[in-house]
C-alpha cells in the first residue's frame, strides 16, 4: 500500500489527495475482482468436492480437464437469462436487495490484511468493522424476501434474518479472547501478534482459544446460511428461500456474495485463529499472500465438508444450539482465556 | 474535505429522515430510517469516533431495525385493510414534521442572537475511541451500565415467561 502511494505520489506527480483516491479505486476493482473468481472457483469446487463425498465425479466434460469450465459456463448462462421482476414486486427494493447484500460482503474484504502492509482499509477498529458491515447482508436478505412479495421468499428471508442475527452473538464473542491477547482490533496487529510459527497461533495458544475456534467455526457456517445450517434456503420447504423470485443477473449478485462470505468468514478465521499470512514453520514466510489464501481455500474445503456430510437441522435445533449451547460456552472462553492469560504472566 | 463529507452525511440524513416520516409504508418508512442511521455513523467516522460509528451500525442497523422490520412484518397484514388505510392517506406527516424544523429554526435564531458559536470547547484526547468507552462504562458508570443490562435481562426472561404458553410455566 505504501508503495502504491509512494508511485501515484512521486512517480504520477499527483497530490495526496488524488493518490488515496486513485488508489481506493484501484484496491475496490481489485477486491471485486478477486471476489468475482472466487465465485466461480468456489462453484467449481464445491461440486467437485460434493462429487469427491459422495463419491463420484463431479463435472467431467466442460473444458476436458476435470469439467474446469463448467463454473465458467453457468456463469455465462445466468448472465444470459431472462431478468424477471415479479408483477406485484417491490420494484426499488427488489433491485436494491441483492446489491445490499453484495455490498455488505464486500466493504468487509476491505479490511482483509492480505500480506504485511497490504490491507485496503487498515482501521483500527478492523475487526469491528467487519463485523458490522456484514450485518448489512441481514438487511439484504430481509429486504429481498420482502420485496419479492412471495410468502416462501418471506419466509426465507425472515429464517434467515433470525439465524445470523442470532449466531452473530456467538461470532463475536469468540472472537475476544483473540482481542484480549492482542490488545488491539486492528486486522494487521492480530496478524503479527501470531508470528513465530504453528504454535504461536492463537487456536493453539490456550485450550479456550481451542474451543472459541470450533464455536467461531460453527457460527461462520450459521451466517453463511450454508448447510447443515441452511434453514432460509431449504429447497423441500421454501422453494429457495429469500432469492426464490430472482432470476438471471440478481441471482447472480446473491450467489457471489454466497461464495464471497464463505471465503470471508474463512479469511477472518485465519486471520484471528490461524495466523494469518505467517507459515506454519518459522522464517518459511516468503510468499505471505500465497500462505494466506492457501489457509482461506483450507478453511472453505472444511466448510464445504461440512456441508455435504451432515444433514440439515432443524429450526428449533438452530435456535437451542445458538442460544442455549454456543453462547455459554463461548462466554466461558473468554472468561476462561481472560484467567488464562492472567495466569500464564500474558498480562500483568 | 472534511466540511464536504458533513454536509453530504448531514444533507443525507435529513433526506433519510423527510423520507421516513412521508412514507406510507412502514417497511419503507423503516429502511429510510436505517438509511438515515447510516448516514449518521459517517457523521460520528468525519467526528474522529470510529468506535461509536460502528456501533451505529453494528447495533442500530444490525440489530434494532433488524427487530423494527420484524415487528412491522408481523402486524402489516392484518391492520392495513382498506379503511386504515384511508386514514392514513391524511396529511399527517407535517405534523411529524414542523415541530423540529420549528426547534432547530429557534435554537437557530438563539444561536445568532446571543452570537455564540462555540460549541463546548475541545474534543479530549481519545474520544469515541473504544478504550476512552470503555473506561467510561467500566469505571465511572458502571452501576448504571449494570443496572441497565439488570433491566434487559429482566425484560429477556419477561418476554420469554409472556411468550411461552400459561400452562407451560412451572409455577402454575
Not at chain 1, 506527480?13 to 488508489?23: L, N, Q, R, S
Not at chain 1, 432460509?232 to 456474495?257: C, I, K, Q
Request: proline share 5%; aromatic share 14%; with cysteine.
Amino acid at each position: 500500500m505504501e508503495a502504491m502511494y509512494a508511485f501515484f505520489m512521486d512517480t504520477a506527480g499527483m497530490d495526496e489527495m488524488a493518490a488515496h483516491i486513485t488508489v481506493a479505486v484501484i484496491m475496490a476493482t481489485i477486491m471485486f475482482i478477486v471476489m468475482a473468481l472466487c465465485a466461480i472457483i468456489f462453484t467449481w469446487m464445491e461440486r467437485k468436492v460434493a462429487g469427491f463425498l459422495q463419491s463420484r465425479y463431479g463435472p467431467m466434460r466442460t473444458g476436458r480437464w476435470h469439467g474446469w469450465a463448467q463454473a465458467v459456463a453457468d456463469m455465462l448462462k445466468i448472465l444470459g437469462k431472462e431478468d424477471i421482476i415479479p408483477a406485484e414486486a417491490d420494484k426499488p427494493y427488489f433491485i436494491f436487495a441483492p446489491l445490499l447484500v453484495l455490498l455488505g460482503s464486500l466493504l468487509a474484504w476491505a479490511a482483509i490484511p492480505w500480506a504485511p502492509g497490504f490491507v485496503a482499509a487498515d482501521l483500527d477498529l478492523g475487526l469491528f468493522y467487519i463485523f458490522a458491515v456484514t450485518s448489512l447482508v441481514v438487511l439484504g436478505i430481509l429486504m429481498a424476501g420482502w420485496a419479492s412479495n412471495n410468502k416462501w421468499a418471506l419466509y426465507g428471508a425472515a429464517r434467515g434474518a433470525a439465524q445470523m442475527v442470532s449466531y452473530e452473538i456467538p461470532l463475536l464473542l469468540a472472537t475476544i479472547p483473540v482481542v484480549l491477547y492482542t490488545g488491539s482490533l486492528n486486522t494487521q496487529d492480530i496478524v503479527i501478534a501470531q508470528q513465530g510459527g504453528v504454535l504461536n497461533w492463537f487456536v493453539f495458544r490456550d485450550p479456550f482459544l481451542f474451543i472459541a475456534f470450533w464455536m467461531y467455526f460453527i457460527a461462520s457456517i450459521a451466517e453463511t446460511n450454508r448447510g447443515p445450517f441452511d434453514m432460509p434456503e431449504t429447497e423441500s420447504e421454501l422453494v429457495a428461500g429469500y432469492h426464490t423470485e430472482y432470476t438471471g443477473m440478481r441471482f447472480a449478485f446473491f450467489f457471489l456474495a454466497e461464495y464471497a462470505n464463505l471465503f470471508l468468514v474463512s479469511m477472518i478465521a485465519v486471520m484471528v485463529f490461524l495466523g494469518g499470512w505467517w507459515s506454519p514453520i518459522p522464517g518459511l514466510d516468503f510468499a505471505p499472500a500465497a500462505c494466506f489464501v492457501v489457509k482461506g481455500v483450507l478453511m472453505v474445503f472444511l466448510n464445504m465438508w461440512v456441508r455435504w456430510t451432515l444433514p440439515r437441522v432443524r429450526v428449533d435445533q438452530l435456535m437451542h444450539l445458538c442460544w442455549k449451547v454456543m453462547i455459554p460456552v463461548t462466554l466461558v472462553c473468554v472468561v476462561g482465556a481472560g484467567i488464562w492469560m492472567m495466569a500464564s504472566g500474558a498480562v500483568g | 474535505m472534511e466540511t464536504i463529507l458533513f454536509w453530504l452525511c448531514g444533507a443525507l440524513m435529513v433526506l433519510g429522515g423527510v423520507m421516513t416520516v412521508t412514507q406510507r409504508s412502514a417497511v419503507i418508512s423503516a429502511v429510510w430510517l436505517i438509511f438515515a442511521f447510516v448516514c449518521a455513523a459517517g457523521i460520528f467516522a468525519i467526528l474522529d469516533a470510529p468506535f461509536v460509528a460502528i456501533m451505529q451500525v453494528l447495533v442500530y442497523v444490525g440489530a434494532i431495525m433488524v427487530l423494527f422490520l420484524f415487528v412491522i412484518m408481523m402486524l402489516q397484514g392484518p391492520v392495513l385493510d382498506n379503511e386504515k388505510r384511508r386514514l392514513l392517506k391524511l396529511p399527517l406527516w407535517p405534523a411529524v414534521a414542523i415541530p423540529p424544523v420549528a426547534v432547530l429554526v429557534l435554537v437557530g435564531g438563539w444561536i445568532r442572537r446571543t452570537g455564540t458559536r462555540d460549541f463546548g470547547g475541545t474534543v479530549p484526547e481519545g474520544f469515541g475511541q473504544p478504550a476512552a468507552v470503555a473506561e467510561l462504562l467500566l469505571g465511572r458508570y458502571l452501576l448504571a451500565f449494570e443496572l441497565v443490562s439488570i433491566v434487559l435481562l429482566v425484560a429477556i426472561v419477561g418476554a420469554l415467561a409472556i411468550g411461552k404458553e400459561a400452562r407451560k410455566l412451572p409455577w402454575k
